[in-house]
């Protein structure tokens, strides 16, 4: 019980100070001038859909900022039916379009942008925006003057549409999001605190960027990493709620990752943590929510009126009170409409119903039920390959995983294991996903998949596993056919340059 009421403490008190630190309202600067016209890189990322890009793409080009401060790039990531004047004739965009069998990525297409764009002379920042949002004309102005305040900000995003277009859950969710950026983020970045990153737009400074190095923002987990790792650098992720971008209300996605890996970042980074920046970011992981509150007051309250207990019953109560005084306060700050009270006073509800239903017991019921705890066929062969690093060659092996017809590879190295992470209907776009992977670590696989020699041979199976080689080695008979497969390999390998984004 001790252990509860120090938590509980620390929390109060920590939200008592946002409260009051939201009281002084920052000051609405009109006049945006700055001496210095930043040399901004505009990066849009797109993949599947992109009916949205096009219309974003005019407004960036149609900025109230000098043309010769800043430069556009799309990347166009496996999407469908791009806007073919992006692809021809717009010479205002730089385009890098990616046809991989799968999409690379956002984390791994920003990557590769930035460090081709490392030796670049004179450009000061990277603006990062997902192809399905808007801005208005001056938002590269606001993005140049906050430049000469924070190193690392996101944008206040603006859910555009009606509510009715929603789920309940949906619209309870949207909701404590605007709670959470109007005051939490917006407080904490005026007591210099940091914030989780939204990749969905996000602006950095090239020199941070140099210094932190690539992105891994494969998940919600990494982007909660990737913020800790920028607070033990001591750079703060601040939120500029006037620096506006606009988005559908139905393209809402919650970027909070759930409580469990939550609590085991904070764990695994507890004596890590080197700046008070860092330290506090890891502390804030563990925040609970308003019906966990409830229920540690309720309990801390009954305990202390009825047996002994280190401070008193009226201490415990003047506490509680004090803690919904000061949220009280951060609902006046947070501007939220009188429609959306409802919504909001639901969410330690959904907060607690989303714990339940993925607690293990409860999971393995539901999945049962669904039919997802099934017995799965499962197929698998091990090869042996090779692996280069441009230098010396390794011998590995690779396992081939058919689950029911959907096909997985498992990379072994010595004692290390590396699984792709999703299933495939080809077995071939297996493969094409783990030569991905080790090519982010500056590895080959050499197999025939990957020569340039190799062609497919289409017999009508799934897998699409055979091929021919067309090498046309020393005392080769014109005309004969080498039948071979995927995963084999022989001395005359050599790679394909199957994409190539610049």
Known sequence: MTILYLYIVLFTIYYIILAIASLKQSKKVRDKYTSKDSNICVVVYATGETRTLENLIKQLKNQAYPKQRYTIYTILDKCENPPQILLETDLDVNVINVNNMEPIGKSQAYSILAEKLSEVEGLDAYVFLDSNNYVDSDFLENVNFYLTKHDVFIPNINYIGEYSELKFWDCVKITYYRYVSKFIYATRTKLNLSNLINTDAFVIKKNVLNQI?????????????????????????????????????????????????RFEIFKNNFSKCNTFMSFEYNCSLMQPNWLVCLLIYSCLLSHSYHFPFIVSYSSILILFITLILAFCVSLFNANIYAKEYLYLFSYPVYSVAHIIKNFPPIRFIVNFISGKNKKHNIEKMVTNIIVTDGKNDYNCKMELISDDGLARVRFINKNKTYTTKNNHLRMVDAIKELTQKLEDYGLSLKICNECKYFQSLIDGSTNMVKGVCNCQFEGRVAGDIIPTLIWNTCPKFEKQNIVNLF
């Not at 607070?231 to 620096?243: M, P, R, T």
């Open 213 to 261: 190095g690539s992105f891994d923002f494969k998940d919600k987990v990494a982007e909660t990493n990737y913020t800790l790792k920028l607070a033990k650098e001591g750079i703060l992720n601040a939120y500029v709620d006037d620096l506006k971008v606009y988005k559908d209300i139905k393209n809402y996605d919650r970027r909070t990752a759930s409580l469990s890996k």
